[in-house]
């Protein structure tokens, strides 16, 4: 006879173990999923990418309402569970349903920790756990702008990037003297807020809250040392508590947590329990790692699986903020004289790695910056492999210690993988999953595997090993499609719809996207500001730019600041200025009051702290010095960086400065994939620093050396010599070439670094120096598009264009 199922909890750790239950034992019961949420189930880890704007609710849906049919699972949503009778083994719920069960599954995980601070149930205050807050902090975001986030953990800097994303002004109230100290030691910790406060988020470390203020809603947080932060939105992220009110009124054995054994089954034979909810062996957990191994056997229990226990598994921690990596495992610091910490602190490039080892084994790893190797650590510590052999490479990673040839083996050695071991964190796909679905579905590619399983389908760090297993599956190499979606909107890749606008002779957005059949009517953040590029690109004369798909620094010609105010950087041709140029600079500071004159590291002078609405006004005392915009703020030529030279320097071999104003009146004003760098040396001591460059110019007694494709920053990429030619015109004509190249071949937000890095050096030789003709088609496309593109556009805006993006909104009574 079919025995009757109750889960009590429609989120992760319940629905894995129905997943489990069901790929075990599928027809054994007759299953109720009881969810208090109006949703099906959705991967809660991805909360803070949709705050960001990064994914849709539907993006991160786990398992969408049609699954339930699919798979005879009765969902019950919006409805949450209000009483069980372990006695006559019935579930009531808010609607006085009562249901009855042979076997009960208790997922009601975790509530916000909220401490008695007075003022927490004002309008405007919110925690950060489910998608009803989202919403209600994205609601917020577009009508208010000051927001702050209590508690500097994990959730709570994701909450606050999430929100400085949708363009409110962030401060972080932590209790702790460093962020994440749970996760991070002192020095990562420290470089976490070094980078997020260079974001534009705002930090109040040892900071006490007291009182949130404010009288009908939130307007502000009191700390314990008097000083106060106003708010419009206060976001409450303190940490989290096992969710056992259900538990506790039905006489179950309870502490933090509903307590566990290790078959998941609580002090009540015919109840299990689940997820954030539960106490196992002192232990509660709020990471997806170690609930997705009690799915596991919690499912194998429910299908008559007496063999399996529950383990719990190493864990890590990563963060979810784009550009910033964070990785740790296990113990963050020597326990005692026993234990070795090795330690590489690159403050200046933002990189940190700190390993603890304890007998030759490493037992502990925290990584900033450069996290690629987490992985290999995390084997590491997880086989509790013997480090002495290679101890003094350890920290600088796998690479390094392959090189130095004292580690062999192959970066990620899946054969030697057990099919239960874990690949994707988010997801909790193992090995063996993946392997199933190749070989039964036929799987030839990665986005096949991601829609298949879920593995790396969230925060994409398990990719490598997912390709790995593919690639061993299948006995071939990688089949990985190179050119991915642009968006959500569409299947269509970059490369597809730039080929297609030319083709075709589509003009306007809407022809693209009726064209390609897009799915939603006007397109996301992510295709518009590339389909205006495209067409721009493709039809200089004839396409009008839409500066509504532009993001805001190109929109208003400046580049926003932490505060709210703007940056004003006046073109100084190859780093070279005049007397009259910088006293209109000295006078345009003090005039406007501007707070901060700086020299940039591109030869230029950097007005910082310039309001919105003084924009015009001061672009036209600049103008009236001759001085126009450096387009310090655009996808675009920025600067053309020189040294002095054959006119002054003994080494010079050429005249830089006077190529670097050349090619800087050349190619000022033209949009491009993204910003553009450029550096002219005028010897091979190289002061410019051309090999670090997009395009970079070294100049030697023979002529020139042209090099291209390169990059400063945390990812340094040294440039490919690319020819060397013997006269500046040469130089002008070899340059506006690639640079015409990589403004139609290379996708949006592709600087030159990474697209030639894709696309081979090789590939750019073929069409810059082996192919004359096109070379010389190229450089009369770039010079034809340059005839729209080289007005000032300060000039034009203090003449009276775009006016509204300068003016205040009107303020109504």
């Given amino acids: 006879m079919t025995q009757k199922l109750i889960v009590i909890g429609n989120g992760m750790a319940g629905m894995r173990t129905v997943e489990e239950l069901l790929s075990r034992a599928p027809g054994h019961y007759d299953i109720t999923v009881i969810g208090a949420e109006p949703h099906p189930n959705y991967n809660r880890i991805m909360l803070s990418s949709v705050l960001a704007g990064e994914k849709t609710v539907d993006e991160i849906v786990i398992n969408a309402r049609h699954w339930y049919d699919e798979n005879a699972v009765r969902l019950i949503t919006g409805t949450p569970a209000t009483e069980i009778d372990p006695a006559t083994r019935t579930v009531k719920l808010a609607d006085s349903t009562a249901l009855d069960y042979d076997k009960l599954l208790l997922a009601t995980g ?7 601070i007075p003022g927490l149930g004002l309008p405007g205050v919110r925690a950060f756990r489910d998608i009803s807050d989202v919403e209600t902090m994205i609601d917020a975001a577009a009508t208010q702008r000051r927001a702050v986030v209590i508690g500097g953990g994990l959730l709570g800097l994701e909450a606050a990037w999430g929100l400085k994303r ?18 991070l030691d002192q020095a990562a910790g420290e470089l976490l807020q070094r980078d997020l406060d260079a974001r534009g988020i705002a930090f109040f470390t040892n900071g006490q809250t007291e009182e949130i203020l404010g009288s009908e809603r939130a307007e502000g947080v009191l700390l314990a040392d008097g000083r106060q932060i106003p708010a419009d939105l206060v976001v409450l992220a303190i940490g989290i508590r096992p969710n056992i009110d259900l538990a506790r009124a039905a006489n179950l054995d309870v502490n933090r947590g509903i307590l566990v054994g290790d078959d998941m089954r609580t002090s009540d034979p015919h109840i299990y329990a ?17 609930i997705w191994e009690q799915a596991k056997v919690c499912g194998a229990r429910l299908a008559a699986d007496d ?7 190493p864990i890590f921690t990563s963060l979810k903020i784009t550009g910033i990596d964070v990785f740790s495992a296990g113990a963050l610091a020597a326990a005692d004289e026993g234990d070795d910490e090795i330690t590489l602190h690159d403050a200046k490039r933002g990189v940190y790695k700190k390993l603890v080892l304890r007998d030759d084994k490493v037992v502990g790893a925290v990584l900033y910056g450069h996290v690629a190797d987490g992985p290999w650590y995390m084997q590491l510590l997880r086989e509790k492999t013997d480090v002495s052999a290679y101890r003094d490479q350890l920290v600088f990673g796998r690479a390094f210690a392959e090189s130095a040839g004292v580690v062999t083996t192959p970066s990620f050695d899946v054969a030697t993988m057990a099919d239960s071991e874990q690949v994707c964190g988010c997801n909790g796909v193992s090995k063996g999953t993946i392997c199933k679905a190749i070989a039964e579905k036929d799987l030839q590619t990665l986005d096949a595997v991601r829609a298949h399983t879920k593995a790396s389908s969230s925060c994409g760090s398990c990719t490598g090993i997912v390709e790995a297993i593919l690639a061993q599956v299948r006995g071939v190499e990688v089949v990985r499609r190179d050119d991915p979606p642009m968006c959500k909107c569409t299947e269509c890749g970059h490369d597809e719809v730039r080929h297609a606008i030319v083709e075709l002779n589509l003009k306007t957005m809407q022809q693209v996207r009726e064209t390609f059949g897009w799915k939603t009517a006007d397109g996301c953040q992510k295709c518009r500001p590339a389909l205006n590029y495209y067409l721009l690109c493709a039809w200089p004369d004839a396409y009008r730019d839409d500066p509504q798909s532009r993001f805001v620094n190109e929109r208003v010609h400046a580049n926003i600041q932490k505060d709210g105010t703007y940056s004003v950087v006046p073109r100084m041709w190859g780093g070279l200025t005049t007397p009259r140029e910088l006293r209109a600079i000295a006078d345009a500071a003090e005039k ?10 591109g030869q230029r002078i950097d007005l910082l702290g310039v309001r919105k609405e003084q924009l015009p006004a001061i672009w036209a005392d600049l103008n009236d010095a001759g001085l126009v915009s450096g387009h310090a703020y655009a996808k675009g030529l920025r600067t053309v ?4 030279g054959s006119e002054w320097c003994r080494f010079g071999t050429q005249d830089s400065t006077g190529l670097g104003v050349k090619l800087e009146k050349l190619l000022w004003g033209s949009w491009t994939p993204h910003k553009v760098k450029l550096a002219v040396s005028g010897c091979p001591r190289n002061c410019a620093e051309a090999t670090i460059k997009d395009m970079g110019v070294i100049c030697v007694e023979a002529g020139y050396d042209i090099v291209v494709g390169g990059n400063g920053g945390v990812e340094v990429r040294v440039t490919d010599p690319l020819v060397r030619v013997a006269s500046e015109a040469e130089v002008l004509e070899y340059i506006a070439a690639f640079m015409q190249l990589y403004r139609e071949k290379a996708r949006y937000l592709e600087r030159t670094a990474p697209w030639v890095a894709r696309v081979g050096i090789e590939y750019v030789r073929r069409h810059i120096v082996e192919d004359a003709e096109g070379r010389q088609a190229l450089f009369e496309r770039f010079l034809f598009s340059q005839k729209f593109v080289q007005s000032d556009p300060w000039a034009q805006r203090a003449a009276g264009a775009a006016g509204h993006e300068y003016r205040d909104l009107a303020k109504v009574e």
């Fill in 307 to 313: 063999a399996a226990v529950y383990v719990p598994p």
């Fill in 166 to 183: 949708r363009g409110m002004s962030v401060a972080v109230v932590h209790l702790m003297p460093t962020l994440m100290e749970r996760q």
């Fill in 274 to 290: 689940v997820g954030e909810c539960i106490e196992h062996n002192g232990a509660v957990f709020g990471l997806v790692a170690p």
């Fill in 641 to 644: 960086k020189t040294c002095v």
């Fill in 592 to 601: 406007y009051d501007v707070p901060t004159v700086k020299v940039t590291g």
């Fill in 110 to 116: 975790s509530k916000p920790l909220a401490p008695p």
